[in-house]
C-alpha cells in the first residue's frame, strides 16, 4: 500500500506541475484584463450579434465573463440584469457549452487535441443551440427570479491590488488542482494495479463502442464527465501515455466531453436563476451522444477504407 501511496503521489505532483504551467498564467492574465479596457471592447463588439440568438446587448457581459473566466463569473454577470427566463435559459446553454475557455482548451491541447479544435467546436456549439431555442421555444417571456446571489467580492484598487488578487486567484487554482489530481491519481493507481481498471473497461466498454471509441478510453470519460474537463485532463494524460490511448479515440473522447463534463456541479448551479434544469442536462448529454457516435462512425468507417485492400488494389487498377 505504501508502494501505491508513492507512486500515485509522485504522479499526482508531476500532472499537477504540467497543468499548473497551464491554469497559473492563463488565471493571472485573464483575471487581470478584467479590470481593464479590453474585456469591456470585447463585449462592446459582441452586442450587434446578440441579437441574432435571441438575446439583449447587456448578454454579451455573462458570455464574456463566463468564457474568459468561468461558469460562476458568467452567473454573477446574469444575476446584475434583468433578463427573460428565455433569456437565462440561452446563456445557461450556451455557457455549459462553452465556458472557461481558455484553460479548458488549453489544457485539452496537452492532450494532443488541438486548441483551435475544442474552441470551435464548442463555441460552435454555443452558437447553434442558442439559435435553435430562440427558434423553436416561444415561451420563458416571463422575468426571470433569481434565487442567491454568488458572493461578489469588492473590485480592487490600483494595480498592485489588481496582480495580487490576479496572483492569489492564480495561486489558488493550482492548489485547487492539486487537492483533487493528487488524491486522484492515488485511488486510480491502486484501481489500476489492483486490476479494477480492466474490470470497470469492461462494464462501460459498451457504451464507448457505441461512441465510436476503444475500451481504454473509458477512463477518460468517467473523469471528464464526473470531474470536468480541466481536472480531468490529468487522466487523461495517463491515458494517453499508459494505456495506449489512440490519437483518434482522444479527439472522440474530447468531443464528447468538451460538449459534456463535469455535468453534475455545471447543471446544479444554474438552479439558483430559476430556470428548468433538466432540458438543460438533456441537451448537453444528447448533443454529446449523437455528435460524437456521429463522427466515430464515420471516422471508423473511412479508418476501414483504408485498410481494405480491394480499395487498395482497385486504386492501382486505375
Not at 471592447?41 to 435571441?54: C, D, H, Q, R, S
Not at 473566466?69 to 428565455?86: C, P
Not at 462553452?98 to 470551435?120: D, Q
Not at 479527439?251 to 463535469?262: G, M, P, T
Request: charged share 15%.
Amino acid at each position: 500500500m505504501k508502494g501505491i501511496l508513492k507512486r500515485g503521489s509522485k504522479k499526482g505532483l508531476e500532472l499537477t506541475w504540467t497543468l499548473g504551467k497551464v491554469i497559473f498564467p492563463v488565471t493571472l492574465i485573464v483575471t487581470i484584463l478584467q479590470y481593464t479596457p479590453v474585456l469591456p471592447w470585447v463585449m462592446e463588439k459582441l452586442e450587434p450579434l446578440m441579437g441574432w440568438i435571441g438575446l439583449s446587448g447587456e448578454a454579451a457581459v455573462p458570455l464574456v465573463l463566463g468564457n474568459f473566466l468561468n461558469l460562476y463569473a458568467g452567473i454573477a454577470a446574469i444575476i446584475s440584469f434583468e433578463f427573460t427566463v428565455k433569456e437565462v435559459f440561452i446563456l445557461a446553454v450556451m455557457l455549459s457549452f462553452s465556458h472557461n475557455l481558455l484553460i479548458e482548451s488549453t489544457v485539452a491541447k496537452r492532450v494532443g487535441v488541438s486548441w483551435w479544435f475544442v474552441a470551435g467546436v464548442r463555441l460552435s456549439l454555443a452558437l447553434v443551440s442558442a439559435a435553435l431555442i430562440n427558434v423553436f421555444w416561444k415561451g420563458g417571456g416571463e422575468t426571470a427570479k433569481y434565487g442567491f446571489a454568488p458572493e461578489k467580492t469588492a473590485d480592487p484598487n490600483g494595480w498592485t491590488e489588481i496582480i495580487f488578487q490576479g496572483v492569489q486567484t492564480a495561486f489558488m487554482g493550482i492548489v485547487q488542482l492539486a487537492l483533487i489530481v493528487i488524491p486522484l491519481m492515488i485511488f486510480m493507481q491502486y484501481l489500476r494495479e489492483k486490476g479494477w481498471l480492466d474490470r470497470f473497461s469492461g462494464w462501460v466498454a459498451p457504451a464507448t463502442r457505441f461512441l465510436g471509441m476503444e475500451r481504454n478510453t473509458s477512463m477518460t470519460l468517467v473523469a471528464g464527465l464526473t470531474i470536468g474537463l480541466a481536472y480531468g485532463a490529468g487522466l487523461m494524460i495517463q491515458a494517453v501515455e499508459e494505456d495506449g490511448v489512440s490519437r483518434k479515440d482522444m479527439y472522440l473522447a474530447i468531443l464528447f466531453l468538451v460538449s459534456c463534463h463535469a455535468v453534475v456541479e455545471d447543471t446544479l448551479i444554474f438552479i439558483p436563476l430559476g430556470i428548468p434544469v433538466w432540458p438543460l442536462l438533456l441537451i448537453r448529454l444528447l448533443t454529446a451522444i449523437v455528435l460524437t457516435a456521429a463522427v466515430g462512425f464515420v471516422w471508423n468507417r473511412l479508418q476501414q477504407k483504408r485498410k481494405d485492400p480491394s480499395n487498395e488494389h482497385t486504386y492501382h487498377s486505375l
